[in-house]
């Protein structure tokens, strides 16, 4: 008889792919760089190709960046949305949208007119700026997704299989909380204990590693992040 495999869970398939993604990152630690490839989003004043660049700089041209990420990500999760037992073709069709529209208003958002603060000026050679940061993009995909779920109602439906807000936030808890460990060694213990709240016992955890304060609550009976933040000392 053959022997059906049971789909992994969300919590599972996160720690798997949060786990390949650090150890991937902490291997430029011994010189290699596995993560190099990924884009990121900086200001640009006349060509909006010049926002996107790669995490190494010079190792891709940004175009080459962005398609990079595009591709390595996108079969990433869809690996992750086969081990949960879910149809991977339709969550890559709906992936592909929402990547590139969000990758639109991040770039929008880059405009140094949008982004740049009053130091930047002179740099970017703008008389004047919003100020808002490179975060604005985010206001952006916000207010693209208010539209969409609100004025779009069939392209939302058809977004919804690769919608999945909790999978992607537990991934990058998962991340965090590795650097977490990493950061624990040349860090400053504040707070470490056990506690009850709302309903189940937590550690709570508070450390100090150079400027940064970090914080984080741990289940006890599962072992699972539950909460995180990050803060300046001096905030």
């Known amino acids: 008889m053959e022997t059906v495999r049971k789909p992994l869970n969300e919590d599972r398939v ?16 011994s010189g ?11 200001m640009w004043v ?30 990433a999760l869809a690996c ?69 779920s609100n004025f779009m109602p069939n392209l939302a439906e058809s977004l919804k299989d690769a919608c999945r807000p909790e999978l992607f936030v537990k991934i990058a808890i998962v991340i965090m909380g590795a650097e977490l460990g990493v950061k624990a060694a040349d860090a400053i213990f504040v707070k470490a204990g056990l506690d009850w709240d709302d309903g189940r016992y937590i550690y709570e955890i508070k450390m100090v590693s150079g400027t940064m304060e970090y914080e984080c609550d741990i289940n006890a009976a599962t072992g699972v992040i539950t909460d995180w933040d990050v803060d300046s000392i001096y905030d």
């Open 14 to 29: 996160a720690l798997l792919l949060g786990s390949v993604i650090f150890i991937l990152a902490l291997l430029k630690f």
């Open 32 to 42: 290699i760089d596995m993560l190099g490839w990924a884009v990121k989003i900086g």
């Open 46 to 75: 006349g060509d909006p190709l010049d926002a996107w660049r790669p995490a190494t700089k010079g190792l891709l041209p940004g175009y080459g960046a962005l398609f990079a990420t595009y591709a390595i990500l996108t079969g």
């Open 80 to 148: 992750c949305v086969k081990l949960m037992g879910n149809d991977v073709v339709k969550f890559v069709k709906s992936f592909t949208i929402i990547f590139f529209i969000a990758m639109i208003c991040y770039t929008l958002g880059a405009n140094a007119y949008i982004a740049a603060n009053p130091t930047q000026l002179k740099a970017q050679g703008i008389p004047w700026a919003l100020g808002l940061s490179t975060e604005a993009g985010l206001i952006l995909a916000l207010v693209m997704g208010i539209v969409i």
